[in-house]
């Protein structure tokens, strides 16, 4: 999940695009990782109805916890001791709520799928993070030549 905010971040912030411009692209990344995951699965109408919500909701978390950390970033070279140790219990803060969300998350997936669709969830998404690198590489290769 890391990887797919990374690879939206690069893709957002590599582009000059105005305000309206990234939340479009957003949007069509959004929308073309829906339809992967959809394809891929192989979802049902019921399973749809049932999954994405609880999805979305992971997902947004998941990105609020990463604005959360990303919001912390300081130069650690220009903090005192005690900032950086309350920086420190921040992001230990934030790692624990992550994982309290994975676990939320894949019990709730449990409710829908099994254990080997959830499996199979995963590999879908890994596979549409690595395609949208792919992407991102080759784009950032062509704008060098």
């Not at 797919?4 to 073309?32: C, M, N, P, V, W």
């Not at 109805?49 to 992971?58: A, L, S, T």
């Not at 309350?86 to 934030?94: K, N, R, S």
């Not at 890994?126 to 060098?144: H, I, L, V």
Request: glycine residues 2%; aromatic residues 12%; proline residues 1%.
């Amino acid at each position: 999940m890391k990887n797919y905010l990374i690879a939206i971040l690069f893709l957002l912030f590599g582009f000059t695009l105005s305000a309206q411009d990234r939340s479009e692209h957003l949007e069509r990344i959004k929308a073309l990782k829906t339809a992967h995951i959809t394809e891929g699965l192989n979802l049902t109408a019921k399973e749809a109805q049932q999954f994405w919500p609880v999805y979305n909701e992971f997902d947004e978390k998941r990105r609020e916890l990463y604005r959360r950390e990303r919001s912390k970033v300081q130069n650690a070279e220009c903090l005192s001791e005690e900032k950086a140790r309350a920086q420190l219990e921040e992001y230990v803060e934030i790692e624990r709520e992550d994982y309290l969300l994975k676990k939320k998350y894949y019990n709730d997936l449990k409710k829908i799928f099994t254990a080997q669709r959830i499996m199979q969830l995963k590999q879908v998404e890994d596979e549409f993070n690595q395609k949208m690198m792919r992407e991102y590489r080759a784009r950032q290769a062509s704008n060098k030549s």
